[in-house]
């Protein structure tokens, strides 16, 4: 008998996965947690029946919203994650020497410990000493700082359900006043492709636009996500994600990445006419931008 994992991308459409076995099931306060190992994609985490990592590809995920940032920010020491769970954006800060401290809030305490014993190749680094993980409230956490963070990066589910007050006004203006003058915000921002994903996206920019003077948006390609084509958000106060990268001095860390590059970093942020379409409809001069 055959064994598979369906998630609903929209009412019409379907992505559908092989499992092998149901390694883990839980219904915490917030949503159903779910683990599955499947032959594609390895070990995949389910969060109320979305899929949000497999093995096979959350390199590019945790890749595309870390290195990003880091290879604009000039000294990014003290960082606020929010969401991440899973600890594989953790993992990949804590390859900077320069990061002091990692704050991580995750909204519930059972995904982590989840991962921690299923997917132990994103959450080996939680324990790490510069790490600090807060359960609760991320929208409550920002607001009690000014001016302390040089990255904010929101990992957070899709905005609807327990994430869905992590992409109001209020939030993004939470996280504006909790970054340093030269401070950062990168969130995921969904899928453009389908509309009720794109309408999400929209209002989510157009919020970060109105809060902050520089906002990019980039893509990343990732194959169990909608569509297979994701993107990010970059917000700063000061730098600007193209302009501003420094590729030698990231490229001078030697770290190894299997998805992101410096190369690749730059041609990220160029997009395709509909999505350019679709972000000059609420920026009014994103076309026209200098990338």
């Given at each position: 008998?055959?064994?598979w994992?369906?998630?609903?991308?929209?009412?019409?459409?379907?992505?559908?996965?092989?499992?092998?076995?149901?390694?883990?099931?839980?219904?915490?306060?917030?949503?159903?947690?779910?683990?599955?190992?499947?032959?594609?994609?390895?070990?995949?985490?389910?969060?109320?029946?979305?899929?949000?990592?497999?093995?096979?590809?959350?390199f590019i995920?945790?890749?595309?919203i870390?290195?990003?940032p880091?290879?604009?920010?000039?000294n990014?020491?003290?960082?606020?994650?929010?969401g991440?769970?899973?600890?594989?954006?953790?993992?990949?800060?804590?390859?900077?020497?320069?990061?002091?401290?990692?704050?991580l809030?995750?909204?519930?305490?059972?995904?982590?410990?989840?991962?921690?014993?299923?997917?132990?190749?994103?959450?080996?680094?939680?324990?790490?000493?510069?790490v600090?993980?807060?359960?609760?409230?991320?929208?409550?956490?920002?607001?009690?700082?000014?001016?302390?963070?040089?990255?904010?990066?929101?990992?957070?589910?899709?905005?609807?359900?327990?994430?869905?007050?992590?992409?109001?006004?209020?939030?993004?203006?939470?996280?504006?006043?909790?970054?340093?003058?030269?401070?950062?915000?990168?969130?995921?921002?969904?899928?453009?492709?389908?509309?009720?994903?794109?309408?999400?996206?929209r209002?989510?920019?157009?919020r970060?636009v109105?809060?902050?003077?520089i906002?990019r948006?980039?893509?990343?390609?990732?194959?169990?996500?909608a569509?297979?084509?994701?993107?990010?958000?970059f917000?700063?106060?000061?730098?600007?994600?193209?302009?501003?990268l420094?590729?030698a001095r990231?490229?001078?860390?030697?770290?190894?990445?299997?998805y992101y590059?410096?190369?690749?970093?730059t041609?990220?942020?160029?997009?395709?006419?509909f999505?350019?379409?679709?972000?000059?409809?609420?920026?009014?001069?994103?076309a026209?931008?200098k990338y």
């Amino acid at each position: 008998m055959e064994f598979w994992f369906s998630e609903f991308h929209t009412p019409d459409v379907k992505h559908s996965i092989r499992v092998n076995k149901h390694l883990y099931t839980a219904q915490s306060e917030f949503q159903r947690i779910d683990i599955f190992d499947t032959p594609e994609f390895g070990k995949m985490l389910v969060l109320g029946g979305n899929v949000m990592l497999t093995e096979r590809d959350e390199f590019i995920y945790d890749e595309m919203i870390t290195h990003v940032p880091m290879a604009v920010h000039p000294n990014a020491r003290n960082i606020l994650v929010i969401g991440a769970g899973d600890g594989g954006v953790v993992r990949e800060l804590t390859r900077y020497d320069c990061v002091e401290s990692i704050e991580l809030v995750e909204l519930d305490p059972m995904v982590v410990d989840a991962c921690r014993a299923y997917l132990p190749e994103n959450a080996c680094r939680l324990d790490d000493p510069r790490v600090s993980i807060t359960f609760g409230s991320a929208l409550k956490y920002v607001r009690q700082f000014n001016k302390k963070y040089d990255l904010i990066i929101v990992d957070s589910t899709d905005p609807f359900g327990p994430s869905e007050a992590l992409f109001t006004k209020e939030f993004y203006g939470n996280c504006c006043n909790a970054l340093k003058d030269d401070g950062i915000l990168v969130n995921q921002q969904g899928s453009p492709f389908y509309k009720e994903d794109a309408e999400a996206m929209r209002r989510s920019h157009k919020r970060i636009v109105d809060t902050f003077p520089i906002s990019r948006v980039y893509q990343a390609h990732i194959p169990t996500y909608a569509a297979g084509y994701w993107l990010f958000g970059f917000a700063s106060k000061k730098y600007h994600p193209v302009d501003d990268l420094d590729a030698a001095r990231w490229e001078a860390r030697k770290l190894k990445t299997k998805y992101y590059t410096t190369r690749l970093h730059t041609g990220a942020f160029f997009l395709p006419s509909f999505l350019e379409e679709m972000l000059l409809s609420v920026e009014g001069s994103y076309a026209d931008s200098k990338y």
